[in-house]
Structures are given as C-alpha cells and as structure tokens.
C-alpha cells in the first residue's frame, strides 16, 4: 500500500486491514522517486494515496475494505 504519514485515508485503511487480518507492506511515497512515479503512473499523473498495489498488479485507489476484499478474491 502506497501512502503518506499525513494521509488520514491512508490510515484508516491500515486500520482496516489489521483488523481484517490482511497482511499488508506499506510504501512511503514521501522520499521514494520510484513509489511515487508508480502511484502517479496509475492515477493519472496525480500522487493519490491510499494506493494499492495488488499481487496480481493491478492497482487501487483509495479502496473501500470490500472492494479490496473483493479484488484479492477474484485474483486467488
């Protein structure tokens, strides 16, 4: 997951998924040219967080916890 500390999305997410138990890595954007060229790659040149990345590489942007569960049970 692609975020910012300041991100209040970001974090709600996160704490999200701690408590549904999904393992997540998350990715400051903040100093990382390459995480952030990422994230403006796939919303449209905008550094939108929260993003995530899924295994399958696709990504998201600011996902509710049922369309995240629902992306990762369709690419299991």
Do not use: H
């Not at 991100?7 to 990382?32: M, V």
């Amino acid at each position: 997951m692609y975020s910012t500390p300041w991100c209040g999305y970001c974090r709600r997410l996160k704490s999200q998924l701690d408590r549904a138990g999904i393992p997540f890595t998350e990715i400051d954007i903040t100093d990382d040219p390459d995480s952030t060229a990422f994230v403006e790659s796939v919303n449209g040149g905008n550094q939108t967080v929260p993003t995530v990345r899924l295994p399958n590489g696709t990504a998201l942007t600011n996902p509710t916890l049922p369309q995240l569960t629902a992306a990762l049970a369709a690419i299991v």
